[in-house]
């Protein structure tokens, strides 16, 4: 029986996913804190300028002394990159992304938070247009949801918004900041 109920629980935790998304006022969001080597803010500000910046779609770019926030448009997920075949692959991966993106500074790093994570349909025809909260939440925005499906989801997505994000394969923990 101990042998079960340890087996019970190594399976449990193995397949607990670890990502960044929380829920915050009935919405989801993506929040994520990433260490550099430069060690004045405004190197790790021109850094993820440089980086982030060229390599995203985006308009309303608003920037102050330590914060960048702009909008991000038509952002797509690659399926290859991550392992996955589009045969057998959930339709969310499909949609393009629409989201509101802040990143702040501070010596020595950087966090960026997504939020208003809206789910665009322009491929498909079936027209879905709707939210991460919508999708990847039950009980109107309290939890997330706990089918293997949200799951995938929700790690998958943390891996792309993560690499998308990170400058130089860097990072911290949320209570590091």
Do not use: P
Request: glycine share 2%; charged share 30%.
């Amino acid at each position: 029986m101990k042998k079960f109920l340890f087996f019970l629980f190594i399976s449990i935790n193995t397949f607990s996913q670890e990502h960044n998304f929380v829920l915050e006022n009935a919405e989801v969001k993506w929040e994520k804190i990433y260490d550099v080597s430069e060690t004045k803010k405004e190197d790790v500000l021109d850094k993820v300028k440089s980086f982030c910046l060229s390599n995203i779609s985006y308009n309303n770019l608003q920037l102050t002394d330590d914060t960048i926030t702009f909008q991000v448009n038509s952002d797509v997920f690659n399926l290859k990159k991550y392992g996955k075949k589009k045969f057998n692959s959930s339709m969310i991966y499909f949609y393009e992304y629409n989201y509101l993106t802040t990143i702040e500074f501070k010596d020595n790093k950087y966090k960026v938070t997504l939020r208003d994570i809206k789910i665009i349909d322009n491929k498909t025809g079936y027209g879905l247009n709707s939210t991460f909260t919508d999708y990847f939440t039950k009980k109107k925005g309290t939890q997330f949801k706990d089918n293997s499906e949200a799951k995938d989801g929700l790690s998958l997505f943390n891996l792309h918004f993560s690499d998308k994000f990170n400058i130089q394969n860097t990072e911290l923990k949320k209570s590091d900041w």
